[in-house]
T-cell receptor, first 112, second 118 residues
Framework: EDQVTQSPEALRLQEGESSSLNCSYTVSGLRGLFWYRQDPGKGPEFLFTLYSAGEEKEKERLKATLTKKESFLHITAPKPEDSATYLCAAATISGGYQKVTFGTGTKLQVIP | GAVVSQHPSWVICKSGTSVKIECRSLDFQATTMFWYRQFPKQSLMLMATSNEGSKATYEQGVEKDKFLINHASLTLSTLTVTSAHPEDSSFYIC??????????????FGEGSRLTVL
C-alpha cells in the first residue's frame, strides 16, 4: 500500500529562522512528487512537482528537493505569511489511472 | 496558472436534504476530476474519480448512492450529497489534473466547500 508520511506534524519558527519539512514516501513507481500549501478553510495551492531523485525546484523562499525515499521542503528566512499547512503528495499509476496519495501535512507557524 | 473553481464555499443544510457542489475548470478542459474529503487535522481522502462521459469511480467504502457524481461536460463536475446527515459534515474539495504541459498532471484544487448538516 502506498504511503506518504510528513514530519513534523507542526513546526513553529521565528521569522528568519530557516528549517526543512520532510516527506517520506513508500510507493510503487513514483511518477511525481507534489508539494502544496493549504491555508485554513481553503483548497490546496500547488507549489512544485519533482519527478526524479536529485531534482530541485525553487520558488521565492521555498526550495524542494527529492531523493529516492523522501522529499524536503526547505524554507529560508521564513516570514509570517509563510504560515500554512504544507502537504506533499505522491503520484503513481494504478490500473492505468493516476493515483495521488497525500501526506497529513506539516502545519507551519512563523512568528514575527 | 490553471484555475479550478468550486461552489458553494460553504453550505448549511438540514438533515435529510440534498446538497449539490459544483467544480469547474476555468481555463482548461478536464476529462477527469477528483473529489476529496478532508476532516480537521487529517489529510485529503480521495472519495471518487469523476470521468466525463462515463460513470464515476468510487473509492472503497464510499457510498455511491450517497455521493452522486456527474461529470456533465469537460469543464464541470458535480457532487451531490443525498439525504445528508450530520456525519456528512466535512470539507469537500475537488481537483483536476492539468496535463497540458507535464508528464503527470499536477492537481489543481478548488477552494473547497464546507458542508455543515444540522
Amino acid at each position: 500500500e502506498d504511503q506518504v508520511t510528513q514530519s513534523p506534524e507542526a513546526l513553529r519558527l521565528q521569522e528568519g529562522e530557516s528549517s526543512s519539512l520532510n516527506c517520506s514516501y513508500t510507493v510503487s513507481g513514483l511518477r511525481g512528487l507534489f508539494w502544496y500549501r493549504q491555508d485554513p478553510g481553503k483548497g490546496p495551492e500547488f507549489l512544485f512537482t519533482l519527478y526524479s531523485a536529485g531534482e530541485e525546484k525553487e520558488k521565492e523562499r521555498l526550495k524542494a528537493t527529492l531523493t529516492k525515499k523522501e522529499s524536503f521542503l526547505h524554507i529560508t528566512a521564513p516570514k509570517p505569511e509563510d504560515s500554512a499547512t504544507y502537504l506533499c503528495a505522491a503520484a503513481t499509476i494504478s490500473g492505468g489511472y493516476q493515483k495521488v496519495t497525500f501526506g497529513t501535512g506539516t502545519k507551519l507557524q512563523v512568528i514575527p | 496558472g490553471a484555475v479550478v473553481s468550486q461552489h458553494p464555499s460553504w453550505v448549511i443544510c438540514k438533515s435529510g436534504t440534498s446538497v449539490k457542489i459544483e467544480c469547474r475548470s476555468l481555463d482548461f478542459q478536464a476529462t477527469t476530476m477528483f473529489w476529496y474529503r478532508q476532516f480537521p487535522k487529517q489529510s485529503l481522502m480521495l472519495m471518487a474519480t469523476s470521468n466525463e462521459g462515463s460513470k464515476a469511480t468510487y473509492e472503497q467504502g464510499v457510498e455511491k448512492d450517497k455521493f452522486l457524481i456527474n461529470h456533465a461536460s469537460l469543464t464541470l463536475s458535480t457532487l451531490t450529497v443525498t439525504s445528508a446527515h450530520p456525519e456528512d459534515s466535512s470539507f469537500y474539495i475537488c481537483s483536476a489534473p492539468y496535463s497540458g504541459r507535464v508528464r503527470t498532471g499536477e492537481l489543481f484544487f478548488g477552494e473547497g466547500s464546507r458542508l455543515t448538516v444540522l
